[in-house]
């Protein structure tokens, strides 16, 4: 048996296409807990406030009656409703793939009270990151990006959102953890921010801003219990690197290795080993190669069942999700 450090190439670069926004640099960064004791959370809401957006979207009819004897086309076809931000003046606006999934027709309204025709751009399931374009406008309000690879729990997060149709409603919390790859939705490839601002239905695709009034996330998905909630965003870095992606291709592609993971522990490894199989493990934490897929890239690299993976990319993991997100901090190829 031998052990495996994954290394990733960064070979797919996107040259030429459109940024969504600079990161904000200078004084501005300065802490607003610091420059406006006791209201920094006023001062940061009515900076990126004005480019917070309600999203309103209606599917696409179905060709076919739903019942016998019914229409031909469904007259009430499904509505939704969620957030969303701006991040560039002539009408780029970051949200979430489940928000405008299957839309046929978008509006897209600004707290002015203003609304406008969007587009959908695209969108990445994986990621569950969408793209809006707001047709006809220009000089709109810009939600400033921050670096979500600075967060430390511990830190405040403060969520806006049009939650359960309410406009522009705010809550505050802290980020309640990092890079949490447990407890998340199945084959995803994020490594989500946790909070415990309170996010509701139609907070999907809000920006989650820190203390300095810049977004280090966007608002995605809830876990409930009862009595509470948990709730997580996607980091605005990785949400940078997808959108840019689908500004420039109309889609985002991601890193793929052919191969079936599964984690070992000292108790799977212990039970394993007194069976005799094949596959001898040490009593020790890593991520087993279950399977690889014939010629594919896992096959190509020289992967075999029965390896270990230990680190990808010099980080250390531990679980099949962790080695999901770090194969997709690499590029195609």
Same mark, same amino acid.
């Given at each position: ?129 969408? *793209? ?41 919390? *802290? ?66 690197? *997808? ?28 039970? *394993? ?61």
């Amino acid at each position: 048996m031998s052990t495996h450090g994954l290394l990733l190439g960064l070979c797919f670069l996107l040259g030429g296409c459109a940024s969504l926004l600079p990161r904000s640099h200078g004084p501005a960064e300065r802490s607003l807990l610091e420059s406006h004791q006791g209201d920094f959370v006023v001062a940061a809401v009515e900076k990126v406030g004005p480019s917070v957006v309600r999203i309103d979207t209606r599917q696409a009819r179905s060709p076919f009656p739903l019942l016998p004897g019914g229409s031909p086309f469904d007259d009430n076809p499904p509505e939704g409703q969620g957030s969303g931000f701006i991040t560039r003046s002539d009408g780029i606006v970051l949200t979430n793939h489940h928000v405008v999934e299957g839309a046929e027709r978008v509006t897209v309204t600004l707290p002015s009270g203003r609304s406008y025709p969007g587009r959908v751009v695209g969108s990445d399931v994986v990621t569950d990151l969408g *793209i809006v374009r707001i047709d006809g406008a220009n000089n709109l309000p810009v939600a400033p990006l921050g670096d979500s690879d600075e967060m430390r729990p511990g830190e405040w997060a403060i969520a806006i959102g049009n939650p359960l149709g309410l406009n522009n409603s705010v809550s505050l919390g *802290i980020i309640s953890a990092i890079g949490r790859t447990t407890g998340v939705p199945e084959g995803s490839r994020v490594s989500y921010i946790q909070t415990d601002a309170a996010i509701n239905p139609g907070n999907s695709g809000g920006p989650l801003i820190n203390e300095r009034a810049q977004v280090i996330g966007i608002n995605t998905f809830i876990q409930t219990s009862p009595g509470g909630g948990i709730s997580f965003a996607i980091p605005i870095n990785k949400a940078r690197e *997808i959108g840019e992606q689908i500004i420039a291709y109309g889609r985002a592609s991601h890193p793929f290795m052919g191969v079936s993971l599964r984690r070992i522990t000292q108790e799977l490894a212990a039970e *394993i080993n007194q069976e005799g199989a094949n596959c001898p493990y040490p009593e020790t934490d890593g991520v087993a190669v279950v399977n690889v897929l014939r010629d594919s890239p896992a096959e190509q690299a020289g992967l075999r069942s029965c390896d270990v993976i230990r680190s990808v990319a010099g980080v250390e993991v531990s679980t099949p999700a962790q080695v999901q997100v770090q194969v997709d901090r690499g590029r195609v190829g």
